[in-house]
């Protein structure tokens, strides 16, 4: 006896087409988007960020180009006097010209950044090379004392340190560093391990070179993109810690126009005289926006084609 065979069912007339996947790639842009715009010009952003960076450094090195009143001296008959031609941030409740003041606190605030992001990949950077090239018991040992200095919040620890050193821009930048050390011992350690086992430093060890060859010639240029960017991005934290210590009052004395102490200075006009707060923390902002751009600049992950 023969079973009839049943036909299988078939899919419905109205039932939707499959994407066909086989001309359009998953990850690709359509030419139109505003996504797609901004992967056309890669290099705006940075070139704006650049340009940033450029003015505050001319801030930094020649203030008196940028300004035309005294940052200290004010007049009694111009307090208070909002944005405008004459004085481009307004004035203080001591007739002080803003612009003037944040572009020579630009100097201090700059200074104590560079300072604590050198002081901070200097020693980050020596505890990771060495933890990472040892090994071992050694990088035990350097590795549970970055935890417990990790364990601390940034800001708690720059306050302490600040404590035992005392007040003063010198100092701030000094405890803002110490906080930075863990994160660029992790960062150095993981990036020396990486490029540890690459075939390059293996042949070179195999060849009789010296683990100080080595490490001056392989290791340390081929891990020092991320430990760039990540400089970078602590330089836009710095900014920011710098000028909340200084906002305060660990900074430097009255009447240094340090960003933070310009902040704090305007909290109590901020319903009649709002451009003492906003105008130095936009500037902190734009600041710590460009840095961070930047540092995508460095970072290889970036660059990648999407």
Known sequence: MTIPSTPSPSAPSDAPDAPDTADTPGTAVAPDTPLAAVRARPGAGLSAALGVFVLLAGWALWPSLFSAHDPLTGDTAQVLVPPGTEHWFGTDHLGRDLHSRVVHGASLTLRATFLAVGLGALAGGALGLVSGFAGGRTDGFLMRCVDVVQAVPGLLLSMAVITVLGFGTV?????VGVSFVAA???????????????TYVEAA?????RWGGVLVRHVLPNSAGPVLSLAAVQFGQAVLAVSALSFLGFGAAPPAPEWGSLVAEGRDYMVTAWWLTTLPGLVVVATVLSTHRISRAFDPETRRPV
């Open 171 to 175: 100092n701030v930048a000094v405890a």
């Open 184 to 198: 660029f011992a992790r960062v150095t350690r993981a990036e020396v391990l990486r490029v540890s086992t690459a």
């Open 205 to 209: 060890r195999a060849g009789g070179v």
